[in-house]
């Protein structure tokens, strides 16, 4: 079966320090990665998704860059992180074709100060 | 373009008494429909998902979505709500990418 992996759970880091969050997928092959934020509880923000190893694409532009180094491995990065930066960190994966559902990870909760 | 939404933040429900939550589509194209359940500090979990063929969509955890192609509606149901299913959910609709509605919290009162 299929599982999905975040790391850290949760994260305290001050404002202009880097961040790495990465996800990793088992059991299955070139999936479709996304990562996406929530803020404040609510409503899902897609931030970049992924159909192929170093295959970006990016949805809101920001200080946020994402990579994928191998096939189930997607990585979220910054250089300088921002108080707007807190929030709710998911990353989902799914098959490629659009009736497929996304399989979200458990998500990282980071807090800037 | 394509978008969903919920027009309600919050719902009530008594425990025992039948739960709908609310969602409408606007896409170009078949439809691809989604249900998601988030728990506090959770990552989303599937429910639902309408593809074709029968309207009325089984999913887990007793819960099922009528697609309404006129109304362009696919809200969620449970005859018999349980305080456990107190939550936010999510519609959404694929097409290429998920697009997500801004979510429902559902209060089961004891």
């Known amino acids: 079966s299929q599982t999905i992996h975040q790391w850290p759970a949760t994260l305290v880091q001050p404002v202009g320090s880097p961040l790495s969050l990465e996800c990793t997928v088992e059991g299955t092959s070139n999936p479709n990665l996304y990562w996406y934020r929530q803020a404040a509880g609510r409503g899902l923000q897609l931030l970049f998704y992924s159909v192929g190893i170093g295959q970006i694409s990016s949805e809101v532009p920001q200080n946020l860059s994402a990579s994928r180094p191998q096939d189930r491995q997607f990585i979220l990065s910054s250089k300088k992180l921002l108080l707007s930066d807190s929030g709710f960190y998911l990353c989902?994966?799914?098959?490629?074709?659009?009736?497929?559902?996304?399989?979200f990870g458990p998500g990282t909760r980071l807090t800037v100060l | 373009a394509q978008s969903v939404a919920q027009p309600e933040d919050q719902v009530n429900v008594a425990e025992g008494n039948p739960l709908t939550v609310k969602c409408t589509y606007s896409?170009?194209?078949?439809?691809?429909l989604f249900w998601y359940v988030q728990y506090p500090n959770r990552g989303l979990q599937f429910l639902l998902k309408?593809?074709?063929?029968?309207?009325l969509v089984k999913g887990s955890y007793g819960f099922e979505a009528e697609f309404n192609k006129s109304q362009t509606s696919f809200h969620l149901k449970k005859p018999s709500a349980l305080v456990s299913d107190s939550a936010l959910y999510f519609c959404a609709v694929s097409s290429l990418k998920f697009y997500f509605g801004t979510g429902t919290s559902l209060t089961v009162i004891p």
């Open positions: 989902a994966w799914s098959l490629l074709t659009d009736y497929n559902e996304q399989f």
């Open positions: 896409v170009s194209g078949n439809p691809y």
């Open positions: 309408y593809i074709t063929g029968d309207n």
